[in-house]
Every structure is written in structure tokens, then in C-alpha cells.
DNA sequence: ATGACTCCCAGTGGGAGA
């Protein structure tokens, strides 16, 4: 089987991208992010012809999830459970078994702005949903737009971006907090190519550059890792016309 | 560098993203 997570930065924009990809893409499920789109105005229709089934939960100008999947989606959750959000951030619903939990974390902005503060708080509860989700389902996929640079590998210059946003050590933190309730960071049980990035700037020209941050990840439980038999990360839509600046990650379980 | 680019909603500019 194979899961993959998108930040598409507009689905109205991407949609002939998202159904291009899929097509040359077989994925089993593919949870996207930033959809930019109220569920009313939400393109289902283009995407089950595509054969998908496909739950969303989105508003109007920012944020906005997804998943997409060849099987039966059940027990669909939308954000955290008992944390109060303005944000469509989260959608989590069962595919083949296996808990699938797609996320756009928060951007955070700058150390000590508000937004940061924010972003703390929704990383708190997201580990302490997870705890609990994780207690019902063994088998278990958390992936999608972290805004989290694991280490430095996965800065191009991390001398000039060291603490600053997506770098700052309270986020590594939180990351490595979520790593300690039992997940793995799938892209990294495999050699990768050096500089391996998930997102470019827009500007100065920053993914001929290779000037990226890795911040799209896909974390496994325990019980899952035995099967995980690859993790790639696809440039290639990133050298579409018009792209998100953000590409895919694709995780292959036996 | 208070920038660069893209998207959105707006409405001939500004916020947000990362």
C-alpha cells in the first residue's frame, strides 16, 4: 500500500495537478493541505469520477484538508477533539485499517509572536489526541505539512535560518515529542539523497537553487514500521507550471 | 532589506504563507 501527503496551496488552482499526480500515482490514499476552499465549493465530484472516495473539511481563504482514497473512509474526525480551533487543520479517518491522520500544523510565523504561541498550544494537543489515538489504533499514519524542520539536514543553510521559524528548538521539540509517543519518521529508516527538501520559496528562484526546507513529513507507529519498505519525497510536481510550493511525500508498506 | 512569489479577497492594495 502506499499513503502520500500534499500541501497544494489551493486545490482550485491545483486540482488538474492533484488528479494528473494521481493518475501517475497509484496511491491507496493522499491527504492534502491547504485546500484554500469551503467544503461547499469543495471539487468532489471531479474526484470520485477519478475514483476516490474523498472526505474534506475546509473554510474560506486559508487552511483546509483532505483525504482522498481508492478504499472506504470511515470514522472521520475533523481537527483535535477538545481543542478549540477557528482552523481547518486536521481530518483523520480510517483507511484499510489503518488510522490515517492528516495535518497542516500551524505556520507559527516568528518566535514570540502570537502565532507562535498558537502553534505551541495546537502541538500540545495534537500529542495529546494523538496518545489517545494511538491507544485505539495500533496501526497508525500521521502525516502532512509540519512546518517543523526535523534537524538540520533538512535546512539548505542552517547556519543563516538556526532558531528562526520552523528551526527553533521548541519546535524540534515538539517534534521529537511526538516521536516519543511510539512514531518514526519514515523518510529517514532510508538513505536519502543529501539536501532532500519538501518545499521552496516561490522566490528567487529557490528550487533551481535547491534553497528548500524538509517540513512534509510522514510519521508511523510501531506497529507499522516493520512494513514501511520505502519513503520518497517527489520533486516532480514541483516543476509543473504554476506548482505548490510544497511537493509530495510518499510512504510504500509492504 | 520593510524585498523577492503566489494565493486569496478584495477592489486598483494587503495579509499570509514559510
Not at 136 to 164: C, Q, S, Y
Not at 190 to 208: G, I, L, T, V
Amino acid at each position: 500500500m502506499q499513503f502520500a501527503t500534499w500541501n497544494v496551496n489551493s486545490l482550485t488552482v491545483r486540482l488538474p495537478q492533484v488528479l494528473d499526480w494521481l493518475a501517475a500515482n497509484p496511491v491507496d490514499a493522499l491527504v492534502l493541505q491547504e485546500t484554500k476552499t469551503t467544503d461547499d465549493k469543495f471539487p468532489r465530484e471531479a474526484i470520485e469520477a477519478a475514483g476516490f472516495q474523498v472526505a474534506f473539511f475546509g473554510q474560506k481563504t486559508y487552511n483546509g484538508v483532505a483525504i482522498l482514497s481508492k478504499h472506504a473512509i470511515s470514522d472521520v474526525q475533523k481537527n483535535i477533539p477538545h481543542f478549540e480551533d477557528d482552523m481547518a487543520r486536521v481530518i483523520a479517518a480510517t483507511v484499510q485499517g489503518v488510522r490515517v491522520i492528516g495535518a497542516y500544523f500551524p505556520n507559527g510565523q516568528a518566535p514570540e509572536s502570537d502565532k507562535f504561541v498558537y502553534k505551541m498550544r495546537w502541538l500540545d494537543a495534537l500529542r495529546e489526541w494523538l496518545k489517545s489515538e494511538l491507544s485505539i489504533h495500533e496501526k497508525l499514519l500521521l502525516m502532512g505539512d509540519f512546518n517543523i524542520t526535523v534537524d538540520d539536514r533538512d535546512v539548505w543553510d542552517p547556519v543563516a535560518l538556526k532558531d528562526t521559524i520552523h528551526c527553533t528548538v521548541q519546535e524540534r521539540d515538539h517534534f521529537q515529542g511526538l516521536i516519543d509517543l511510539g512514531l518514526c519518521d519514515a523518510f529517514r529508516l532510508f538513505e536519502q539523497p543529501e539536501k532532500s527538501y519538501s518545499w521552496w520559496d516561490y522566490r528567487e528562484f529557490a528550487f533551481r537553487r535547491n534553497r528548500g526546507l524538509r517540513i512534509d513529513h510522514i510519521l508511523v507507529s510501531a506497529a507499522l514500521t516493520p512494513q514501511v519498505t520505502a519513503c520518497v519525497i517527489d520533486k516532480t510536481p514541483r516543476q509543473n507550471e504554476r506548482p505548490s510550493d510544497h511537493t509530495p511525500v510518499v510512504v510504500t508498506l509492504a
